[in-house]
């Protein structure tokens, strides 16, 4: 029973060396490999500085034409309204339930014509989802015929 604690003893002491060992060789490598230039550091720094910043800009170009793309495009969707507030509404449609929401300032043209329950049209700007966030604008609510 002594020898198989001593053999596991001794098992645990060598693995301890051995990785004592090879974390200071590993530091001393990374040392060594530092050992550059002020010059080659300064180059290495600004190129991708500038890819990167360049890259940022046509990315933000991308993204900002591409919304007013998606903004632009007039969509309608036609259900019951529901939960009308100073900021939002609901519109229950094809058995699933979407949120406009709005800027209190800026009501939606013939929102105040409707009650709950009415069936309505909503033409809006920007993409709807019934789990992500309405990103775009109310036009108008019209009550359907």
Same mark, same amino acid.
Request: proline share 1%.
């Given at each position: ?66 919304? !007013?793309?998606? /903004?632009?495009?007039?969509? $309608?969707? =036609? %259900? ?6 100073? #900021?939002?509404? +609901? ?23 409707? !009650?709950?329950? /009415?069936?309505?049209?909503? $033409?809006? =700007? %920007? ?6 966030? #309405?990103?775009? +604008? ?8």
């Amino acid at each position: 029973m002594k020898k198989k604690y001593l053999a596991i003893l001794s098992a645990v002491a060598v693995l301890a060396m051995a990785t004592a060992c090879s974390a200071k060789s590993n530091t001393e490598t990374a040392a060594a490999g530092t050992e550059t230039t002020a010059s080659q550091q300064e180059e290495t720094k600004e190129e991708p500085q500038k890819e990167t910043k360049e890259t940022a800009k046509e990315e933000s170009a991308a993204d900002k034409e591409e919304n !007013k793309s998606t /903004d632009a495009e007039e969509s $309608t969707m =036609t %259900g019951e309204i529901s939960d009308i507030k100073d #900021f939002m509404f +609901t519109i229950s449609s094809d058995g699933h339930d979407y949120a406009f929401s709005f800027d209190n300032d800026k009501k939606p043209e013939g929102l105040a014509d409707v !009650k709950d329950g /009415d069936t309505v049209t909503v $033409t809006y =700007t %920007g993409t709807v989802d019934e789990v992500d966030a #309405f990103d775009g +604008t109310v036009l108008s609510v019209k009550k359907a015929k």
